[in-house]
Structure formats: C-alpha cells, structure tokens
Nanobody, 124 residues
Framework: QVQLVESGGGLVQPGGSVRLSCAAS????????MAWFRQAPEKEREFVAA????????YYANSVKGRFTISRDNAKNTLYLQMNNLKPEDTAVYYC?????????????????WGQGTQVTVSS
C-alpha cells in the first residue's frame, strides 16, 4: 500500500498562485502514474491532471490547461501541482492519487491509493 500526504493548500486571492505537494511513502510509486483530483462542496470528484511514471507524459482537464502544471520528483517520492491564475471556481479539496497503470487516465476508479486532501480556497 502507498501512503500519500498532501500539503500546500490555503487561502489565495483570485489571480494568485499556489503549489501543492504530495509526499508518497510505503510501496514505491516510482513506476506509478499519479494524478490530482479535486472536489468542491456538493459536487463529484473531478479530474485535474495526471503524469506518467517517468514524468514525460502529462494530461490535463480542459478547465485547468494552461494554468496548472503537474510534475514529480521520483528521487523525493513527491508529486507537485503548480496552480497559477487561480479562479474562485478552483476552490475545492485537492487530492493526489496513484495507480499502477502505465496509461494516464481521468477515471478516479482506476486509482488505488489516495491522500486525505488539502483545501484550496480562492477568494478575495
């Protein structure tokens, strides 16, 4: 099993930036594809971005493309999400997840391990 712990959330003004981190421990995640999802109040969990195990392939939801960047440092077992030009509609709890699959997928059911989430609130 993989343990995932997110950090870096908080309150940010519209147009601002924040970087989320996800530290992995337990079974190695260096061969796993990883992703970020988010869930706003009274809404379903939504795919944000995914990255392949070597970090060369990425996949983004249309709503964040051009504003968010997903990356990973396998030496540190850490996943990142750089979020720029934030909007109020980006307000949500953000979760990182890992899957042993080699393909990138936006489907949450394909991810085996999840973190506890970190709150990001975009408001003036």
């Amino acid at each position: 099993q993989v343990q995932l712990v997110e950090s870096g959330g908080g309150l940010v003004q519209p147009g601002g930036s924040v970087r989320l981190s996800c530290a992995a421990s337990g079974r190695t995640v260096n061969s796993h594809a990883m992703a970020w999802f988010r869930q706003a109040p009274e809404k379903e969990r939504e795919f944000v971005a995914a990255i392949s195990w070597v970090g060369g392939d990425t996949y983004y939801a249309n709503s964040v493309k051009g504003r968010f960047t997903i990356s990973r440092d396998n030496a540190k077992n850490t996943l990142y999400l750089q979020m720029n030009n934030l909007k109020p509609e980006d307000t949500a709890v953000y979760y990182c997840a890992s899957t042993p699959l080699m393909v990138l997928t936006a489907s949450p059911i394909m991810y085996d391990d999840w973190g506890q989430g970190t709150q990001v609130t975009v408001s003036s």
